[in-house]
């Protein structure tokens, strides 16, 4: 079974994120492809003498962006979500597929995992819900050695009414359903069921989700784009949490207004990992601040700033019930 990662421009992630791989699965016999958007070539090739099995494969974007990169100049904004859909479907029939920013944290073997994936039929095993519980269902119909089946409950299954509820409110059905119940929580229990990356994904759930020609994240329209299919899905989620996530930096900038230069950051955080000779990477935590701090030492981007930007960004995860640290 193979693992995906969705790389763009933070090599010292990726690298934390390929470690952990190789660390906490045991007897992992699968492939490693990264598919990467635009980080520029001299990051990659220290990537590839770190994990010379690897595969890396690059967007149709990724000669611009890693140019404008290059450059220091911010690059288009543009999400290659077709050549991610392209790609995975390529592969194993089931897949894990992750983003630059999250590691494994717990082992498990990784040969009889994927034989209970493929003997259960599994279209969907969430690895990470940030020790947050409203993100995965308490139905568990039943139990594998490393994960939970379940059967999430949420508020409808109409793919039109989750739209006008949720998401498009053309019929001000939002407004009017607030005046009975949290929507902000009840919109939680359809993550119970869907996830942008973070765990094993069969070809034909994300097929499902990923419809072609989308040219964003847009997490509700693939939500609806599930039960639009009406299709009947194996969910699951593993039993206790086998990945961690960062928020201490993002790919650009896009969202989070705010005057913080991302694009700076990471490059400085990019060359300082580019010249060490080694990186001994705590799975266990968070990523260092030992290591931003030097990484920002001579930099026009001060640790005060960041830490600055750091909790704005955190707050709506921690207001919605995840704890990150």
Same mark, same amino acid.
């Given at each position: 079974?193979?693992?995906?990662?969705?790389?763009?421009?933070?090599?010292?992630?990726?690298?934390?994120?390929?470690?952990?791989?190789?660390?906490f699965?045991?007897?992992?016999?699968?492939?490693i492809?990264?598919?990467?958007?635009?980080t520029?070539? =001299?990051? @990659?090739?220290?990537?590839?003498? &770190? +994990?010379? #099995?690897?595969?890396?494969?690059?967007?149709? /974007? !990724?000669?611009?962006?890693?140019?404008?990169?290059?450059?220091?100049?911010?690059?288009?904004?543009?999400?290659?979500?077709?050549?991610?859909?392209?790609?995975?479907?390529?592969?194993?029939?089931?897949?894990i597929?992750?983003?630059?920013?999250?590691?494994?944290?717990?082992?498990?073997?990784?040969?009889?995992?994927?034989n209970?994936?493929?003997?259960?039929?599994?279209?969907?095993?969430?690895?990470?819900w940030?020790?947050?519980?409203?993100?995965?269902?308490?139905?568990?119909?039943?139990?594998?050695?490393?994960f939970?089946?379940?059967?999430?409950?949420?508020?409808?299954?109409?793919?039109?009414?989750?739209?006008?509820?949720?998401?498009?409110?053309? =019929?001000? @059905?939002?407004?009017?359903?607030? &005046? +009975?119940? #949290?929507?902000?929580?009840?919109?939680?229990? /359809? !993550?119970?069921?869907?996830?942008?990356?973070?765990g094993?994904?069969?070809k034909?759930?994300?097929?499902t989700?990923?419809?072609n020609?989308?040219?964003?994240?847009?997490?509700?329209?693939?939500?609806?784009?599930?039960?639009?299919?009406?299709?009947?899905?194996?969910?699951?989620n593993?039993?206790?949490?086998?990945?961690?996530?960062?928020l201490?930096s993002?790919?650009?900038?896009?969202?989070?207004?705010?005057?913080?230069?991302?694009?700076?950051?990471?490059?400085?955080?990019?060359?300082?990992?580019?010249?060490?000779?080694?990186?001994?990477?705590?799975f266990?935590?968070?990523?260092?601040?030992?290591?931003?701090?030097?990484?920002?030492?001579?930099?026009?981007?001060?640790?005060?700033?960041?830490?600055?930007?750091?909790?704005?960004?955190?707050?709506?995860?921690?207001?919605?019930?995840?704890?990150?640290?």
């Open positions: 079974m193979d693992i995906y990662i969705k790389s763009f421009n933070r090599p010292y992630l990726l690298h934390k994120c390929i470690a952990s791989i190789y660390h699965l045991k007897e992992f016999d699968g492939r492809v990264v598919l990467d958007d635009g520029p070539q =001299i990051y @990659l090739d220290k990537i590839v003498v &770190l +994990f010379p #099995n690897i595969t890396i494969v690059k967007s149709p /974007y !990724y000669e611009q962006k890693s140019k404008a990169i290059s450059l220091n100049q911010i690059p288009e904004n543009v999400i290659p979500a077709n050549f991610w859909r392209n790609e995975v479907l390529k592969g194993s029939e089931n897949f597929l992750l983003e630059d920013d999250m590691w494994f944290v717990q082992p498990f073997n990784y040969k009889n995992f994927v209970d994936v493929y003997s259960l039929k599994m279209d969907m095993i969430k690895f990470m940030m020790k947050n519980s409203k993100l995965i269902s308490n139905n568990i119909i039943q139990k594998a050695e490393y939970n089946i379940v059967q999430p409950k949420v508020l409808t299954k109409n793919p039109f009414l989750f739209d006008a509820v949720f998401n498009t409110n053309k =019929i001000k @059905l939002k407004s009017f359903a607030e &005046l +009975f119940f #949290n929507t902000n929580q009840k919109i939680l229990n /359809y !993550y119970q069921m869907f996830i942008v990356a973070g094993v994904f069969s034909k759930y994300y097929e989700c990923w419809q020609n989308q040219n964003k994240v847009d997490e509700l329209q693939q939500i609806f784009n599930l039960l639009k299919s009406k299709k009947s899905f194996n969910l699951g593993s039993n206790k949490e086998l990945l961690q996530t960062t201490i993002k790919a650009s900038n896009n969202g989070d207004k705010t005057t913080f230069s991302l694009n700076e950051f990471n490059k400085n955080l990019n060359n300082y990992w580019l010249g060490l000779s080694n990186v001994d990477y705590s266990n935590e968070d990523f260092s601040l030992i290591f931003i701090k030097k990484a920002l030492a001579s930099s026009n981007v001060t640790f005060e700033d960041w830490e600055k930007w750091y909790q704005k960004i955190k707050q709506p995860y921690t207001e919605m019930g995840c704890k990150l640290d």
